[in-house]
């Protein structure tokens, strides 16, 4: 298996654009995450979904943000508009069980000017 | 409120050093222990998951230990090597309710083995 898939990698914005990031889980695995990872707040859980259905949204740090999973294999992570502390690593990870390991891709470095 | 605290924050050690990472979390609820490790620009990769009812796991040269009523965790490592260089993450995962998806994860040691 590839793994989890993000894209793109690197993400620069300006403020105020629109932001989308993209992620694949590992095929078979029902629970997919979004993480924010910042040098200030470290690595923090913004919303996990089980079956495609949102479990936990309290990590969303404002309507800004949104996330959709619209099937098994695929979800996105919107932000609109984005401002500049925003930026950061943006992570997906998927789990085969909810109580299981996570597995992570690589991130997306996102940069708001 | 979950917090979890790594210490220390870096370490530089010597190649073949025996080393030893501390992890502390303020609510001893918790389901299970993950640590991860994390290199430069990369995601994370898990290296040992312990279970509240378990007191260690190993691999290779890991060794996870898990104190649930302290709230402390360690991860040894055992004839360090320059690949081992990385940061090192500890999360916890809560128990019961809909949070059982939600680890909380300190704020990571950065380990440097020098040859």
């Known amino acids: 298996d590839a793994g989890v898939i993000q894209s793109p990698r690197h993400e620069v914005t300006e403020m105020g654009q629109e932001v989308t990031l993209r992620c694949k889980p590992i095929?078979?695995?029902?629970?997919l995450f979004w993480y924010r990872q910042t040098m200030m707040r470290g690595l923090e859980l913004l919303i996990y979904?089980?079956?495609?259905?949102?479990?936990?949204d309290s990590g969303m740090p404002e309507d800004r943000f949104s996330a959709k999973m619209p099937n098994a294999s695929f979800s996105t992570l919107k932000i609109q508009p984005s401002e500049p502390r925003d930026s950061a690593v943006y992570f997906c990870?998927?789990?085969?069980?909810?109580?299981?390991?996570?597995?992570f891709g690589p991130g997306t470095r996102l940069l708001v000017l | 409120k979950q917090e979890v605290t790594q210490i220390p924050a870096a370490l530089s050690v010597p190649e073949g050093e025996n080393l030893v990472l501390n992890c502390s979390f303020t609510?001893?609820?918790?389901?299970?222990l993950q640590w991860f490790r994390q290199d430069p620009g990369k995601g994370l990769t898990s290296l040992l998951l312990?279970?509240?009812?378990?007191r260690e796991q190993t691999s290779g040269r890991l060794n996870a230990s898990l104190d649930k009523s302290s709230g402390r965790s360690t991860l040894y490592i055992a004839a360090s090597q320059p690949g081992d260089s990385a940061t090192y993450l500890c999360?916890?995962?809560?128990?019961?309710?809909?949070?059982?998806?939600?680890?909380?994860f300190g704020q990571g040691t950065i380990l440097t083995v020098h040859p």
């Open positions: 990870a998927s789990s085969l069980y909810p109580l299981g390991t996570q597995y």
């Open positions: 095929s078979g695995h029902d629970y």
């Open positions: 979904f089980n079956n495609n259905v949102p479990i936990d």
């Open positions: 609510d001893s609820a918790i389901y299970n």
């Open positions: 312990i279970q509240s009812s378990q």
């Open positions: 999360a916890v995962r809560p128990s019961g309710g809909t949070s059982y998806g939600k680890l909380t």
